[in-house]
């Protein structure tokens, strides 16, 4: 099956660091892009409906050549390039798109711009991971350029993780040069038997492709030893799964998204 990256640009400043950072590695895995505009339409309240279809169709078609520009600006290689602009939710269209016949990943830009964006991972990046059931690729502002030797997966021992869905993602990971952590952060006095069994056994299970490893992060301050192992460079990628309590506890997230993605440079990836 074809691959394709779904990038989602809003034109703010941080549009031209995520189109590229998408298209560089699309030329690695041989995937296809989709820019993706959803354009906000005003029109006076008392409009008619051909007026008010016209005022839509004039907005849509500027915004497809902003998008077009944008493109020829920062995108110098990439195997197929497309675009599309509507006025539509951004859940209709993203929900059209992957029932295609498409291995999808989703691109979403993180702004970090005051704390109750930060905790939240952002507006559109949230209401993103939350409605759609794909994977989804959040960047800090920073980066615009892909690289991947290390990857970081986040476990938990109540919420198993989502193989399959792992599995689809490294399909766009070149296992050379490759190493994948699977790791745990435990509460203080926690039993950490069981989990280090599942680590083990993830560990195991990937092998063959990648070079892999596991850590166990315990004691009162779990969050300053894992910052030990990433350490906040373009060339790491954190991938947690929606639904576990690294992704739900407010207080990780916080971690996370303060300490590792807009602080630091670590890409995001959020499985469902």
């Known amino acids: 099956m074809k691959k394709r990256f779904i990038v989602l640009v809003d034109f703010s400043e941080y549009s031209k660091n995520l189109i590229k950072f998408a298209c560089e590695w699309s030329v690695q895995v041989d995937a296809e892009v989709l820019l993706l505009h959803q354009t906000l339409v005003f029109t006076p309240a008392l409009s008619d409906n051909e007026s008010r279809k016209q005022h839509t169709l004039e907005t849509n078609v500027e915004a497809m050549q902003d998008l077009k520009a944008l493109a020829s600006e920062h995108i110098s290689q990439v195997n197929k ?14 929900k059209r798109f992957v029932a295609e016949p498409f291995e999808n990943l989703i691109f979403v830009g993180l702004k970090g711009t005051g704390l109750f964006k930060q905790i939240l991972l ?23 350029t892909f690289l991947h030797p290390k990857i970081f997966v986040a476990v938990t021992e109540k919420h198993p993780l989502n193989i399959l869905e792992l599995n689809n993602f490294l399909k766009f990971i070149n296992t050379q040069n490759t190493t994948i952590t699977f790791f745990y952060l435990a509460k203080p006095n926690e039993k950490t038997i069981g989990i280090e069994k599942q680590l083990r056994e993830l560990s195991d299970l990937f092998s063959e492709r990648f070079t892999t490893d596991f850590a166990i992060f315990e004691g009162v301050n779990p969050f300053d030893d894992i910052k030990q192992l990433i350490n906040n460079k373009t060339e790491e990628v954190l991938i947690v799964q929606k639904g576990t309590r690294f992704f739900t506890d407010q207080l990780f997230r916080k971690f996370l998204v303060n300490d590792m993605v807009y602080e630091g440079q670590t890409p995001l990836v959020v499985l469902p």
């Open 81 to 94: 390039l497309m675009f599309y602009v509507s006025e539509d939710s951004l859940n209709t269209t993203l």
């Open 122 to 144: 952002g507006s559109v990046a949230l209401q993103v991971i939350e409605n759609i059931n794909k994977s989804v690729v959040a960047i800090p502002k920073e980066i615009d």
